[in-house]
């Protein structure tokens, strides 16, 4: 059985393409659903969502943390960032939708970013996963290293990988 076989039996679901539109769309969904939040409930709700329970508990005067003039700063700088990547996110999402040349200059890039991230959160869940914090914030970063694992990198990376494949046939 090939894969022009299936191609043409799935009415083309199976194209490569289709990793990334998926992979990209539900990255676009989560920003286009955080980043709102970040902005209308501010620094004070913002914080608070990214400590655990217990550090809110152990040091209550935590969140208080957040009137503080190098908090405000560090918000102002965050949000900076946030609002830059979600101005990446509606282009590049606009681009692979109208124009979809474009889609291998992006998912290069998104490949690189979350092989990044892999290795970012592979260090933060090998330092926390034997230490004695909350297994809350265990179980969160194990959940972000796995989507990064087993969801986003294997459809951009596949989606690399099979571009390269198709360039190489080429030549």
Do not use: Q
């Not at 200059?105 to 998104?110: A, D, E, Q, R």
């Amino acid at each position: 059985m090939s894969f022009a076989f299936l191609h043409d039996m799935m009415g083309g679901l199976l194209v490569k393409e289709s990793l990334v539109y998926t992979a990209f769309t539900v990255d676009a969904l989560n920003t286009f659903v955080t980043f709102p939040m970040f902005v209308t409930k501010g620094p004070k709700w913002g914080i608070s969502v990214l400590l655990s329970t217990k550090e809110k508990e152990e040091d209550p005067r935590i969140l208080e943390d957040v009137n503080r003039k190098s908090f405000e700063k560090i918000w102002d700088l965050f949000m900076v960032a946030y609002e830059g990547y979600f101005g990446f996110t509606v282009s590049t999402l606009v681009c692979i939708y109208k124009v979809p040349e474009t889609i291998p200059i992006f998912s290069y890039s998104l490949f690189a970013l979350y092989l990044y991230k892999l290795k970012y959160l592979w260090t933060k869940y090998s330092s926390v996963k034997h230490g004695k914090g909350n297994d809350y914030h265990k179980m969160e970063t194990k959940m972000k290293l796995d989507s990064v694992l087993y969801f986003f990198l294997p459809c951009y990376g596949g989606y690399c990988g099979m571009h390269l494949l198709e360039l190489f046939r080429r030549e």
